[in-house]
């Protein structure tokens, strides 16, 4: 494959994410193995560091009550916290911190990265939660690759999954672009989505269409910045901007259609985001309605409208600015007769959580649309703008991509 670097993943590997109390922190010195965390029969959970010399233990993640715990040290210096309530079905992250220093937890080898930080992860089986483990079905493959991206002069990342015996099958699947958020990159949807075990599942199940799904690395801002030195940071070069707008289309989607087998027409080809992500979804299909058959944005950022609280880093980084330029909600507005009924080839749907600041600019694009009568889908679920929110998404927007 002509300019590509290829390394094969398997998808059961370390990112099963299992809680396997046989991996536990070694005992130095004497005295028993730490098992951490544990899982109890009623779904609370232990958390254990063996720190005999500390002041004081702290565990801190999202499943924990109030965001953060300190835990009891016992005669052998194993210091200890177990959480007051059973735990709902779910993916969790946690860290520890030792007298103020953030640490893994040495007892449990399954970790996510989300860009620079990383976590000690673990899951409480039941409900959705079970789409989120590696389950005895057949299961697709993970490549990472390079693809030459001119328009920036450099190669670039994407992150792909195809099917299970897509190596053998001959055939030609669907295609589905997935975008990350403007703090993530082309791992978060594998890592902190679980997207190869929710699909490896759901395809099982009868439930999803066997398909290729690519995850770009969607910020240019970082090799604009390397080719450019001096340049200062310009949020119209992520992933919902004519910069990035330019290179899926001209460039990683001829890429996968010449090295992948891909069905390359509309009806086979869509989008969906997340967050700053997930206005690119809606960016993209706006501009080349004729290239997708349905865009889907979950917690997508899709106008100027809002803002954080903290306003200096937003007009400072330029992110009002970048989210203006490109805003879904006024490319609707300020569309022509032609545009609109372009428009109305395209599936659109968006969801976002009831407790999510942008789900303002998701009711405006909602009203715009409908004000236009371009049929779209919104749904507002119970949630927040979190990896819990988004990984439950998925099975949505998958189902909704390719009916």
Request: net charge neutral; glycine share 8%.
């Amino acid at each position: 494959m002509k300019n590509t670097i290829k390394s094969i993943v398997a998808i059961c590997m370390m990112a099963c994410v299992m809680p396997i109390a046989a991996l536990a922190q070694q005992a130095l010195g004497g005295g028993s193995k730490i098992v951490s965390p544990e899982i109890h029969e009623n779904h609370t959970v232990t958390f254990r560091l063996r720190a005999p010399k500390a002041v004081k233990v702290q565990v801190t993640g999202d499943c924990i009550p109030k965001g953060v715990a300190d835990l009891v040290e016992n005669k052998e210096g194993v210091w200890e916290y177990t959480t007051p309530e059973p735990l709902k079905p779910e993916l969790y992250g946690y860290t520890f911190r030792v007298d103020g220093l953030k640490i893994n937890d040495p007892s449990n080898v399954y970790m996510i990265r989300d860009v620079n930080t990383i976590t000690n992860v673990f899951i409480i089986g039941g409900e959705r939660a079970d789409l989120y483990k590696v389950n005895d079905v057949p299961h697709g493959t993970v490549s990472k690759v390079w693809y030459d991206s001119p328009s920036l002069g450099m190669v670039r990342r994407l992150t792909i999954y195809t099917p299970a015996g897509y190596e053998t099958s001959g055939k030609r699947y669907p295609v589905f672009y997935l975008l990350h958020g403007s703090g993530g990159d082309e791992e978060a949807w594998m890592d902190l989505g679980r997207t190869s075990q929710i699909l490896d599942n759901l395809i099982a199940q009868g439930k999803a269409e066997p398909m290729i799904v690519v995850m770009p690395y969607a910020n240019a801002m970082p090799a604009l910045m390397k080719k450019n030195p001096g340049m200062r940071m310009d949020m119209r070069n992520l992933m919902g901007t004519d910069q990035f707008t330019n290179e899926i289309v001209k460039e990683i989607i001829p890429y996968m259609e010449k090295n992948y087998r891909v069905k390359t027409d509309s009806a086979n080809r869509a989008l969906a985001g997340l967050s700053m992500g997930g206005g690119g979804p809606f960016v993209y299909a706006q501009r080349h309605p004729d290239m997708f058959n349905a865009a889907y944005s979950t917690s997508g950022l899709l106008d100027h409208r809002y803002r954080p609280k903290k306003v200096h880093s937003y007009e400072n980084i330029g992110w009002y600015w970048s989210v203006a330029a490109t805003s879904p909600v006024e490319y609707v507005r300020n569309a022509t007769a032609e545009q609109i009924e372009k428009l109305r080839t395209v599936r659109w749907m968006l969801d976002c959580g009831d407790d999510d600041g942008i789900i303002f600019t998701n009711l405006d694009f909602f009203v715009e649309m409908h004000r236009e009568k371009i049929p779209v889908e919104f749904r507002v679920r119970n949630g927040k703008h979190n990896w819990a929110f988004w990984r439950e998404a998925l099975p949505l927007i998958l189902n909704f991509s390719f009916k």
